[in-house]
């Protein structure tokens, strides 16, 4: 069940608690929990509705701009049934909390050993090590320009960095990839001395709900952390191309949580 990020934005601030989808059958039940860039979603309702019986509260909770707004974007694929999905914000992403666990001397030799595994289990060969080497040398390249560099088809490389996400080693961004600092421990682990390398970045990431052309508008003007937005005006901001005002009130709301 896909969700735009300024409607995640919405669930995660209590405003929108309805979704709804024309679908031939439920693609979710009660109590389904999605990942997002913003935390956990959990589904709280499914019920099947009728158009007509919509009303101007269920468009409010729905975060659409009025009734009229709501039934339009519910006209295409008029044969499919309309859903009404009750979404409430479950908490954050476990996975943050494990992306920042520095692993122990056990932990490290636990995930060692994992990833022997899934080097193990892949048709394609060792894979795990280059792929999170590859990520620190370039963090935030696109997933197709890191797969073209080690000879390999997008779809599969970007299915194997998922895998490197669920252990908690990597972070997706709006553009490319990060690796977590427990993936940094991780790959310095597995160096026999300090590597040169570009120092890595400090600082709070940019939230992902702000859109890759605003991400990448914002890394091209050198602006690479949420603290260094703080040092910009709203109008310095606007007038980055590819910055827009949900941009913007997105980075707004990150600066204010942190």
Same mark, same amino acid.
């Given at each position: 069940?896909?969700? !735009?990020?300024? &409607? ?5 601030? +209590? ?5 709804? #989808? ?6 979710? /039940? /009660?109590?389904? #929990? ?7 979603? &959990? ?17 409010? #909770? ?7 707004? @709501? ?23 476990? !996975? ?20 022997? !595994? ?13 792929? @999170? ?7 935030? /390249? ?8 080690? +000879? ?26 990060? @690796?977590?600092? %427990? ?11 300090? #590597?040169?390398?570009?120092? %890595? &970045? ?47 009130? %997105?980075?707004?709301?990150? @600066?204010? &949580?942190?």
């Amino acid at each position: 069940m896909m969700i !735009r990020p300024a &409607e995640l934005a919405s669930i995660k601030a +209590g405003t929108i608690d309805l979704a709804f #989808r024309r679908w031939a059958r439920p693609r979710v /039940v /009660v109590g389904t #929990r999605m990942r997002t860039s913003v935390g956990v979603i &959990e589904v709280t309702s499914v019920e099947q509705v009728s158009v007509s019986s919509l009303r101007a509260d269920d468009a409010r #909770r729905a975060g659409a701009a009025s009734l009229a707004a @709501l039934k339009q974007g519910l006209a295409a694929r008029p044969e499919d049934p309309a859903w009404r999905i009750g979404v409430a914000y479950a908490g954050p992403d476990p !996975r943050e909390a494990l992306r920042s666990a520095v692993p122990t001397a056990d932990e490290l030799a636990t995930i060692l050993a994992r990833l022997d !595994r899934l080097d193990a289990s892949s048709a394609s060969g060792a894979w795990t090590r280059e792929t @999170l080497d590859l990520i620190d040398l370039n963090p935030t /390249v696109r997933a197709p320009d890191l797969a073209a560099q080690v +000879g390999r088809e997008t779809p599969d490389f970007k299915k194997d960095v998922r895998k490197l996400k669920e252990l908690g080693l990597t972070e997706s961004l709006a553009i490319g990839y990060l @690796l977590s600092p %427990r993936g940094e421990a991780v790959v310095d682990a597995g160096l026999p001395e300090p #590597r040169l390398r570009t120092p %890595r &970045e400090q600082g709070t990431q940019l939230p992902r709900s702000i859109g890759a052309p605003a991400t990448r508008a914002l890394r091209e003007a050198g602006v690479t952390t949420l603290e260094q937005v703080a040092a910009y005006s709203t109008e310095e901001l606007a007038a980055m191309h590819g910055v827009g005002p949900i941009a913007i009130a %997105r980075l707004r709301e990150a @600066l204010a &949580e942190l």
